[in-house]
């Protein structure tokens, strides 16, 4: 066994509970999107300074006094297609098939990305504007017999299809719940909480801000561009 099938299946619960707290609607300045600047790796200070109105206060909401690493993106959707976080091989989501990810970095099982995929003890806070097509949740408890088959499900190494289906046969026979995310919501979570973004009915801008605490990645400080998916 490789050390990253090794580190795989040392790291992947038998038990785990797939779970998000809604905290509230953030209360933000009515501030257009366009002001906002996407940003990327973001330290706190960073992200306040550069990022706009709307990212102080996802900011200003969090209850978390120390450090964060802050992601936001700014796209303008199309029918059909959906926001997402960078998929494998540097593909978007969006043009993708639309799966239940926990992952920051899916499909990476090696280096800083790898660790980040597998640190349990990472929090994150997640809040969409704009556009209504949030994500959904699949939530509830997921058990697994043996530690091959919870590593195959947490850290697949051969594409997110099998996991797909497992998910969607847990919702069907009711042993996990599916729950769209409130536009506007800031939701808290942790490691191992499945989302799946859901396709636009129509176009519209949408800013997404994603901040983590414990993170394994360093910061870079880094702009976004708008998109346009």
């Not at 009515?30 to 330290?43: I, K, M, W």
């Not at 960073?46 to 450090?67: K, N, V």
């Not at 790898?114 to 003890?121: D, I, K, S, Y």
């Amino acid at each position: 066994m490789s050390d990253s099938n090794e580190a795989a299946a040392e790291d992947a619960p038998l038990v785990h509970e797939s779970a998000l707290r809604v905290l509230g609607l953030l209360e933000a300045p009515d501030s257009p999107l366009a002001e906002e600047t996407p940003l990327f790796a973001a330290e706190r200070g960073f992200a306040a300074r550069e990022g706009g109105p709307l990212t102080r206060a996802f900011l200003a909401a969090i209850p978390w006094a120390d450090e964060l690493i802050v992601d936001s993106s700014l796209v303008w959707l199309m029918p059909g297609l959906a926001h997402g976080f960078p998929a494998p091989h540097g593909r978007r989501g969006p043009r993708a098939p639309l799966r239940f990810l926990h992952e920051p970095f899916p499909g990476c099982d090696e280096g800083v990305r790898g660790a980040a995929n597998r640190n349990r003890a990472a929090r994150h806070w997640l809040c969409v504007l704009g556009h209504e097509a949030t994500p959904e949740a699949a939530l509830g408890t997921l058990a697994f017999e043996r530690p091959d088959l919870a590593a195959e499900f947490w850290f697949p190494r051969e594409g997110f299809e099998l996991r797909e289906a497992e998910v969607e046969r847990r919702l069907l026979e009711g042993s996990l719940r599916r729950e769209p995310l409130p536009r506007r919501a800031l939701v808290e979570f942790g490691w191992g909480t499945l989302l799946r973004w859901r396709p636009a009915a129509s176009t519209g801008f949408q800013f997404v801000l994603r901040a983590t605490a414990g993170a394994e990645r360093p910061a870079v400080n880094g702009r976004r561009n708008l998109s346009m998916v």
